[in-house]
Every structure is written in structure tokens, then in C-alpha cells.
């Protein structure tokens, strides 16, 4: 669901490409979660990002990654200087005509995650690391049936906090063949996340759905079914990938959970958290010189089960952002972009009302 995979409808392989940027950007919320006053500050940020696709009849892979800083030009708490690394790696090889191998890795430090990306949606105050990486044995038992028997390990680390979360986790996917364009899933899949606090939890996932292949570069996925941890709670997940043409690329998703991560604040963890996520992005390439982007992401999150003196509460998250390529020639390319957050919480979740605007200028060059 949260696969950042930029490459994940790619058919066709392309070469190793490089491509440097350096932007100009002002941030009028830079710590919006600390609850202090707010603090604003224009900033430089320069980046370094690899992307390579390989696809052949055996073995598909693909990897992508960006390495960045970000310079504030004012004094601010977090430091005149923040540093991001991010790499997505992918493999599906086929070992023989019934046994296939498939891994996905990710990889990200810094301040921001995103909304798109997983389990943290808050600005943080400190550098993290969270990593993620899934491993799978696919098994094709007859012409309709196959079966996928994979580990998931996820690890949400800060330098100085307690709201560290280990997750490891074990499933099973049924595959039946419907057509060449339908297929029918059910799963169960175990996850056990430790906390930083010492504490642990189990939970336990049973699902059915269906992969649909609208197109040949489109694609939705549904899902359905219950969750069971501190209690039993409905799950439901569906993605929409479409590459309608050259020119136009959209994706959808909308997901509801229980969710272990950025559950403990002053004085205590829930112990439930269940979260609404609903996000959607759209490329347009206007002309061979022009690319609009657009998307948004809603995240509504209800905490209950609290320990200590927490008391129930929720938290919405709405953020939408737009930009603009110019591609002056192959290799160099001009954008302008605006990003706009609004964050609303009840009284029991601390530091979590704000809204943050961000406008950045920059300049990339492949290579």
C-alpha cells in the first residue's frame, strides 16, 4: 500500500541516470510539533539522486535513491543544517518456472517521512532512521494456484527518545487465478512490535481480495478483512495505479488499520490506534517542456486505551502540494513548488494543531 517504489509500473528497462538538484525554499512552521512558538526561516537544500530499472525475462530489479541537505539561512532550534538520505531497492527473480524469489527495501534518515510513505505523518524534532524490508517465496502449485510465504521486519529508530518500534512479522498470500486479468488473495499474516518503553505487542491480520489489471500499464487492488490486537478491529486497503499515456500518471490509495507507531506522548503510550489514510497523486506532462504535479493526503488517526493519565483523542492531517517542471533542455530542468499542511488534534494529543506552508524554487540536472 505504502509501496515507494517510483519505478513499481515501469515495463521497460532505463539506464542508470544521476540527477543533481539545488533549491531555494521558504518554511513559515520549520518545528510545528515542538510547542513553542513558531519559527520560520528561508533555506537552500541541495540533493543527489540514482534511479536504475532492469527488466528481463528472469530477474526484474530496480533501485532508487537521494542523498540532501537542508541550510536554514536563520537561526532555528533544530540547527542551521539537516541532513536526509533515502533509497528504495526491488527485486522479483524467478528461479524456475514455479519458484520465484521477491524483496522489498526501504531505507530513509531525517526529519520528514510523509504522509505516502508509512507510519510517521508529524514533522519530527530529531532525525530518525526507519527502515523497512520484505522477503517472499512465491510458489506456483498449479496453473491457477499460487501461494507467496514472506518475513517483514521494520524498525522506527530516534536518537535520544523512547518512541523507538521494532515490528517483525510473518505471512501467507493465497493467489487463485481467475482470468489473465483477475486474481483472488487471502492472507494472515503475525506481527510482533516492541517499543522503546520496554513494552510489546502482537497482532494478528485476516484478509481477502482482488487484483484487478484494468490496462496494461493499470492496475487496482482491494483488500478486506479483520485485525486482531488489543481488540478486534476492521481492515480495509485499496490502491489504483494508472500510466493512462505518455503524458498522464495517477495514483490512489485509501487504507484503515490499527497502527503501532507515534502512539506515546508525555505521560503514558495508547495502546490503540487506529488510522484512516487517503492520499492521491497525478503527473500531466502539459507539453515535451512542461510537467504539473499534483497531490494531497488526508491521515485521521483515533487513540484510545491510553496508559497513565492519557485520555482518548484523535488527529486529522490534511496536506496538499502542487509544482511545475520546465525541462529547458535533456539534462536541465527548472521547477517551482507549494506545499500546504493543516493539522488539527484534540486536547489529549499534545503539539499537533498547526498549519505549515513551504514554497521552493530549484534547478535539477541529469546526468
Do not use: C
Not at 532512521?129 to 501461494?147: N, P
Amino acid at each position: 500500500l505504502f509501496d515507494v517504489n517510483p519505478n513499481e509500473i515501469e515495463s521497460e528497462s532505463s539506464p542508470l541516470r544521476y540527477t543533481a538538484g539545488l533549491n531555494f525554499g521558504y518554511d513559515d512552521n520549520i518545528n510545528p510539533t515542538s510547542g513553542a512558538a513558531e519559527e520560520d526561516s528561508s533555506y537552500i537544500k541541495g540533493s543527489l539522486g540514482a534511479n536504475l530499472v532492469v527488466r528481463g525475462p528472469q530477474t526484474s530489479w530496480d533501485v532508487s535513491a537521494v542523498v540532501g541537505a537542508t541550510h536554514y539561512l536563520e537561526d532555528v532550534s533544530t540547527g542551521d543544517t539537516t541532513y536526509n538520505t533515502r533509497l528504495a531497492l526491488n527485486l522479483n527473480h524467478r528461479i524456475n518456472e514455479r519458484l520465484r524469489y521477491v524483496t522489498r527495501n526501504f531505507f530513509n534518515y531525517g526529519l520528514d517521512l510523509g504522509s505516502f510513505y508509512g507510519p510517521i505523518t508529524a514533522r519530527q524534532l530529531e532525525e530518525y532512521v526507519y527502515f523497512s524490508t520484505d522477503h517472499a517465496i512465491g510458489y506456483r502449485w498449479t496453473d491457477r494456484l499460487a501461494t507467496y510465504t514472506g518475513v517483514t521486519y521494520s524498525s522506527l529508530n530516534y536518537d535520544t527518545s523512547s518512541n523507538d518500534v521494532d515490528s517483525l512479522g510473518f505471512y501467507n498470500t493465497f493467489r487463485y487465478t481467475v482470468s489473465p486479468q483477475t486474481v483472488l488473495t487471502a492472507t494472515y499474516r503475525f506481527t510482533n512490535s516492541e517499543f522503546g518503553t520496554g513494552s510489546d505487542r502482537s497482532s494478528q491480520y485476516a484478509t481477502i481480495g482482488v487484483e484487478q489489471k484494468l490496462t496494461s500499464s493499470s492496475y487496482i487492488t482491494m483488500s478486506a478483512g479483520a485485525q486482531f490486537a488489543t481488540g478486534t478491529s476492521p481492515f480495509g486497503q485499496v490502491s489504483y495505479v494508472n500510466k493512462v499515456n505518455n503524458q498522464l500518471k495517477a495514483r490512489l490509495y485509501a487504507r484503515y488499520s490499527q497502527e503501532d507507531a507515534d502512539t506515546i506522548f508525555p505521560g503514558g503510550r495508547y495502546e490503540d490506534k487506529t488510522t484512516l489514510r487517503i492520499g492521491a497523486a497525478v503527473d500531466y506532462t502539459l507539453s515535451p517542456q512542461v510537467t504539473l504535479t499534483l497531490g494531497g493526503n488526508y491521515t485521521q488517526s483515533d487513540y484510545s486505551q491510553g496508559t497513565g493519565a492519557l485520555v482518548d483523542g484523535d488527529w486529522d492531517l490534511f496536506n496538499v502540494y502542487a509544482s511545475v517542471a520546465y525541462k529547458i533542455n535533456e539534462a536541465l530542468s527548472v521547477s517551482a513548488s507549494i506545499n500546504h499542511t493543516t493539522s488539527d488534534s484534540s486536547a489529549s494529543i499534545p503539539n499537533r494543531d498547526y498549519d505549515r506552508n513551504r514554497y521552493e524554487l530549484g534547478v535539477n540536472y541529469s546526468f
